[in-house]
């Protein structure tokens, strides 16, 4: 009786394994992503102290002031 080897089952149980895990690290990849994209972030209470961005917002003008402008807008309603 010749004795079979098991060299091809072997190759075909690694083969297996490896798209096994690459498929469930692009599955995790994707997830992340989708999670990821759906995420949205408030700026600090740094980035929205007036004092940092050089004056507070003039609407009348576009431009930061020092809040003095008589005819200026400087809160919308």
């Known amino acids: ?3 079979q080897s098991s060299k091809p089952y072997f190759h075909i149980a690694v083969r297996g394994l490896y798209l ?3 498929g469930g690290a692009v599955f ?3 997830a992340v992503r ?3 994209a759906g995420t949205q972030t408030s700026p600090s209470d740094d980035e929205l102290n007036s004092s940092i961005r050089g004056g507070v917002l003039n609407f009348r003008t576009g431009k930061f002031d020092d809040g ?3 005819a200026g807008i400087y809160k919308l309603d």
Do not use: G, I, V
Request: charged share 25%; net charge positive; proline share 7%.
């Open 28 to 30: 995790l990849w994707r």
């Open 68 to 70: 003095t402008d008589p």
């Open 34 to 36: 989708l999670l990821a």
């Open 1 to 3: 009786m010749a004795r």
């Open 20 to 22: 096994a895990l690459r």
